[in-house]
């Protein structure tokens, strides 16, 4: 496979005006029909260009040009495309190809899922479907019959408006859907099934009726309700906070079980992973409900950034996905409490982007190249593209950024575009330069803030210094200085924010400082005492910033800092630092003794009357070992793993009367209800219920019992086994999960629950079990919501045993991708990242890694894994 490169990209040789489809399902002999209107770009930049079509997997059965049918000599057929060297300046096309749906395990294009049809199109799936000009910049008008047996897919359903249906002979009936709005292939959906629908209806600012339609099998009708709220809600946020009406009369989402990411933006036509859309609150916990609401919000918001605005091509893929990330993320933040979501979006982007930033994979968030564009739907492209807009949006405020969004939608509507046109339109209506802002989205890697401060008793100054670098990246050994916006303020004694004062120059208490220099320094005036600086406040910018902090002065943010993000972070950063003086003491050989200075953090805590259980409940949390791992250049996964448990088990003996008087009095057994304060309450309670079992007091493992056994809410009932599953005798455990899989076997959702707690058990025997879970009649390599809850989770959510030193964690996933290498690509190349991490690793288990890698190389690899391998083995 040869990598495809940014600077080389040139527009189309052909447009296609119309496109007609026609389908006629069957699971394994599907034709499809298209009829293409092509004409020659009048925008291209060379003559006489021929007819390049994109296709894999098809076999042709016809070919017509204006009517006349073509011959094996009229065409060249490659792999990859259909190329025809003669055509003229505008024509129609014919083409007829058969394709398999049912043995298509790739999950790209059309497939079946539990037998009901459904396609996956972005990023280069349609190729898979017909042959066709499949790239972003092709926009084009559709209309789609779909022809089916009747009984077995009552339902059939593409993008836009129905304009015919009717039954045919042999009992088949067929369904004709028109789209009116221009669009890219990958924004094509079809699906065909015995669905049910739950209906509901959304009237527009202008006063338009919306008909919503959520599509699932019938046994989660029970399971939509909350999905039609949160669509609704966004629908409407979407009108208040950026000016967006819906477009279409009609708005569906269809749930299926079997599918590679968490949902898709198809005009008119979502759709989604079942476990992104069901919800229901005896079977799906708080975090689900959670995700449901954001990525429905995710996938409509689309329909403006990505859909009426598109890419140009994939490697413009964050300018869809990053801003659309940061509008569900300002979205659930209006919805919820935004201090934690805010708290848990930087968690997971310091945790696993920064990882990302820091392996081989590392890209910026334009990429210059790639060799498979499924590869590059990370973290990188759409957390730390959406910190970049948020960046944007912090520099401008919040009315420029809005007059921004609103000039970039109305220009660029219809067309297909790039990053540099977003940015111009937040430059045009601001006025500032953002040229060195650029750099954000070309350069990789991770920038580094170093922080320093000294006061000057007899001046009264207190001069911060602020260092940036960004360490080299594969491909990117140089970097240049970043535009980084570091929000900050200074607090004094008694917790008051300080009016600042730079040279003359007024400040008032909170300030976004522009770092643009490597080095830059400020100077602060009529400092009566030394401040405690308050430095990247709400995390402004995607960077780690690093300040000597006492731990006095830690402790004192913790209480006193207005930033209810910096809050948490201060705890954090207390509780880093004495989980890795325990990590140095075990390397050492010393007994481990905890820091006293995070008990009394932690009483403090603990004893304050509770003014916000849910930020009190973040707040309890210690850091990840994923993360603590993050701060080393040489990790030392059982150091780390060891320290972080005697942390947690000191802390939960020195304090559990304090666990225990706060989980009963946020315990409740009233009836379950959404309200955000009862969300807080449970994750509060059961949080303080994990602290207690780490203790595992006979009596704590009780109340986890008890709870087990009463919960009415699968957020209560999880966290109890979870507990139960995860003490250290594994016979503890046993019970509930049986209970448990007896009562849930028929929930695939919820069995992937019950896989994944096992999975994640962090103690040796975790691994043969999650071998013999394998087996499992719920259990499958082709369903990638199963693959996800037992061997990612192994892999990603149980670090020390994966890594474990007889490299059994390593063999195991080796297999694993090996088989999925032929199932599933997508699946199988994310799978493998954590075993191309190995850098930061000892010499042994360096090796060991490697040596997986080696013999997954030795295989016939998609372009997936061969991708990842080579940037791994390089
Ligand atoms: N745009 C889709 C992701 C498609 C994945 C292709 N491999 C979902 C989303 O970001 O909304
Ligand atoms: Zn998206």
């Not at 509901?200 to 019938?218: K, M, P």
């Not at 979407?238 to 477009?247: L, M, S, V």
């Not at 400082?513 to 995607?542: D, I, Y």
Request: hydrophobic residues 40%; aromatic residues 10%.
């Amino acid at each position: 496979p040869q990598p495809i490169f940014l600077k080389n990209y040139l527009p189309p040789a052909f447009l296609v005006q119309q496109v007609h489809l026609n389908f006629l399902l069957d699971s394994t002999q599907t034709r499809v029909i298209s009829r293409l209107e092509l004409e020659r770009n009048p925008a291209s930049t060379q003559a006489n260009l021929p007819l390049e079509l994109d296709g894999q997997n098809l076999k042709i059965i016809n070919l017509q040009l204006n009517g006349q049918c073509l011959t094996e000599a009229d065409y060249q057929l490659t792999e990859q495309q259909l190329i025809l060297p003669q055509v003229p300046d505008s024509f129609v096309l014919e083409i007829e190809v058969e394709i398999d749906p049912l043995n298509n395990t790739a999950l790209e294009g059309l497939y079946q899922s539990s037998g009901n049809f459904c396609t996956q199109c972005e990023a280069e799936g349609f190729r898979r479907i017909t042959f066709y000009p499949d790239r972003p910049d092709i926009l084009s008008k559709f209309t789609t019959r779909i022809e089916a047996d009747k009984s077995r897919f009552p339902v059939l359903l593409s993008n836009g408006n129905l304009i015919a249906q009717g039954d045919l002979d042999n009992g088949k009936h067929f369904a004709e859907w028109q789209d009116p709005f221009p669009k890219p292939a990958y924004l094509f959906a079809l699906v065909a099934g015995n669905l049910h629908a739950v209906k509901d209806s959304f009237t527009t600012c202008s006063g338009r009726q919306v008909a919503l339609e959520l599509w699932v099998e019938e046994q989660n009708l029970h399971k939509c309700e909350h999905a039609l709220r949160s669509l609704k809600a966004a629908m409407q946020w979407d009108e208040e906070n950026y000016g967006r009406e819906y477009d279409l009369d009609i708005y569906m989402i269809v749930a299926v079980d079997d599918f590679n990411m968490g949902a898709m933006e198809n005009k008119g036509l979502n759709v989604f992973n079942s476990a992104c859309v069901l919800a229901e609150p005896k079977s799906e916990t708080d975090a689900a409900f959670n995700r449901v609401e954001s990525v429905v919000a995710h996938e409509y918001f689309h329909n403006w950034s990505g859909n009426r605005v598109t890419c140009r091509d994939w490697f413009q893929l964050s300018l869809k996905e990053g801003f659309t990330v940061l509008r569900d993320q300002q979205f659930s933040a209006d919805m919820n409490s935004a201090a934690v979501e805010r708290i848990q979006q930087v968690s997971m982007l310091r945790t696993a982007q920064f990882a990302e930033d820091a392996g081989p994979t590392a890209h910026p968030v334009r990429p210059e190249s790639y060799i498979e564009i499924n590869n590059f739907y990370t973290l990188t492209i759409y957390e730390k593209g959406a910190e970049v807009v948020r960046m944007l949006s912090e520099l401008l405020g919040k009315e420029t950024f809005r007059k921004g969004a609103d000039l970039y939608f109305a220009r660029f509507d219809g067309q297909a575009v790039t990053v540099d046109d977003f940015v111009a339109c937040m430059a045009e209506v601001s006025g500032l330069d953002l040229s060195q802002f650029m750099l954000w989205y070309s350069q990789a890697g991770t920038p580094e803030v170093a922080a320093s401060g000294v006061y000057n008793p007899t001046e009264k100054t207190y001069t911060l210094t602020l260092k940036q670098r960004t360490p080299a990246t594969p491909g990117q050994p140089v970097k240049q200085p970043l535009l980084i916006p570091i929000k900050m303020g200074l607090v004094g004694a008694a917790g008051v924010n300080i009016p600042m004062e730079v040279n003359g120059e007024f400040w008032s208490t909170e300030r976004v400082v522009q770092l643009k220099e490597a080095e830059q320094s400020f100077t602060f005036h009529h400092l009566e005492a030394e401040p405690v600086p308050s430095l990247l406040r709400g995390f402004s910018a995607p960077v780690k910033l690093s300040f000597d902090y006492s731990r006095e002065q830690l402790a004192f943010l913790m209480t006193n800092d207005s930033d209810g993000f910096n809050r948490w972070d201060a705890g954090q950063r207390l509780a880093l630092l004495a989980i890795q003086s325990l990590v140095a003491q075990q390397q050492a050989g010393e007994t481990l003794e905890l820091d006293p200075a995070l008990t009394s953090a932690y009483e403090k805590l603990l004893k304050a009357p509770v003014s916000d259980p849910a930020i009190l409940a973040e707040m309890l949390l210690l850091p990840s070992e994923a993360y603590l791992a993050e701060q080393y250049e040489q990790v030392d996964i059982d150091a780390i793993h060891q320290a972080s448990e005697f942390a947690r088990t000191s802390l939960a003996k020195a304090l559990y009367a304090e666990f225990l008087r706060l989980y009963q009095d946020h315990h409740s057994s009233a009836d379950w209800s959404p309200e955000a304060s009862a969300v807080a309450a449970r994750r509060l309670k059961n949080v303080c219920l994990t602290w207690l079992v780490a203790t595992e007091k006979p009596e704590a493992l009780q109340l986890a019992e008890q709870q087990f056994k009463q919960a009415n809410n699968m957020t209560d009932q999880l966290a109890a086994l979870t507990c139960l599953a995860h003490a250290k005798d594994a016979s503890v455990g046993k019970e509930a999960l049986e209970a448990f899989v007896k009562q849930w076997s028929q929930d695939a959702l919820v069995m992937d629950s019950w896989f994944s707690v096992q999975a994640s058990r962090p103690y040796p025997d975790a691994l043969d079990k999650v071998k013999t879970l394998q087996a499992h009649s719920a259990f499958s390599m082709k369903n990638p919501n199963k693959v996800r809850a037992l061997i990612s989770a192994f892999v990603n959510q149980n670090r020390v045993n994966f890594h474990a030193k007889d490299a059994s964690g390593y063999q195991f996933l080796a297999d694993k991708v090996i088989e999925l290498n032929q199932l599933n690509p997508q699946i199988a190349s994310r799978l493998v990242i954590p075993l191309t991490r190995f850098k930061r690793m000892d010499k042994v288990r360096q090796n060991l890694m490697k040596i997986e890698l080696e013999r997954i190389k030795q295989e016939k690899l998609s372009a997936d894994l061969f991708e990842v391998i080579e940037k791994a083995l390089q």
